[in-house]
């Protein structure tokens, strides 16, 4: 089945504690990036990826991190967590450029920092 | 650069009765456009997509959408609500990046 799986799907943690979101997709596309989700502000793009090893900043970079190593494989990075990066975290992932292609979403991460 | 503006961010509607969900964009080209639904504890997934071809899009589960260049906009509408529509409905459009509206929350009430 063609899908975007991210892991984990729910994670409580604590300030300053390092985590990784993994975002794999097994539909050879070359677009990925990730969104967060928070009450009245719609999705956000964190970073976007156009290809292996080319990333680049999206409208809310600050307090992430990520890599493209595989085409596959999109991780997100929190290296220093923050309270006010308690969201709903999206990966997405479509063939080519945006403009006509569709995203296809993972089932999110809901990641809470206390 | 593009925007996109979802004039309602909550509507009710009673179940049986039709659905109109307005979306406004700004773009200075001919964008693509999306209509995608997020039900509870869900991920995004695409109702319908318009690139061009025709105006009026048809997607799944009875929603189809009416591009108007004129008037920038792009409505979601469904002649007839059902409870499983319940959810929350982004507008996306898109050119070199994808944007999101902020979302319009659908309630159906039986």
């Known amino acids: 089945e063609a899908q975007v799986t991210q892991n984990p799907r729910y994670l409580i943690t604590v300030t300053g504690k390092k985590l990784t979101v993994t975002c794999s997709q097994n539909?050879?596309?070359?677009?990925m990036s990730w969104y967060r989700q928070d009450p009245g502000l719609g999705l956000r793009q964190i970073y976007y990826s156009m290809n292996v090893e080319v990333t680049d900043k999206g409208d809310v970079p600050e307090g992430y991190k990520v890599s493209r190593k595989e085409k596959r494989n999109f991780p997100l990075i929190l290296e220093s967590p923050s309270p006010n990066q308690t969201s709903l975290y999206f990966c997405a992932s479509s063939f080519g450029s945006p403009g006509a292609n569709v995203l296809t979403f993972g089932a999110g991460s809901r990641l809470t920092v206390l | 650069a593009q925007s996109v503006t979802q004039l309602d961010s909550h509507v009710s509607v009673s179940e049986g009765t039709p659905v109109l969900l307005r979306c406004n964009y700004s773009?200075?080209?001919?964008?693509?456009l999306f209509w995608y639904v997020q039900h509870p504890n869900k991920g995004l997934q695409l109702l319908l997509k318009?690139?061009?071809?025709?105006?009026l899009v048809k997607g799944i589960n009875g929603f189809e959408a009416e591009f108007k260049k004129s008037e920038t906009s792009f409505h979601l509408t469904k002649p007839s609500a059902h409870m499983s529509d319940a959810a929350e409905y982004f507008c996306v459009v898109s050119d070199l990046q994808f944007y999101f509206g902020t979302g319009t929350s659908l309630t159906v009430i039986p």
């Open positions: 773009s200075s080209y001919s964008p693509s």
């Open positions: 318009y690139t061009s071809a025709a105006t």
């Open positions: 539909m050879n596309h070359e677009y």
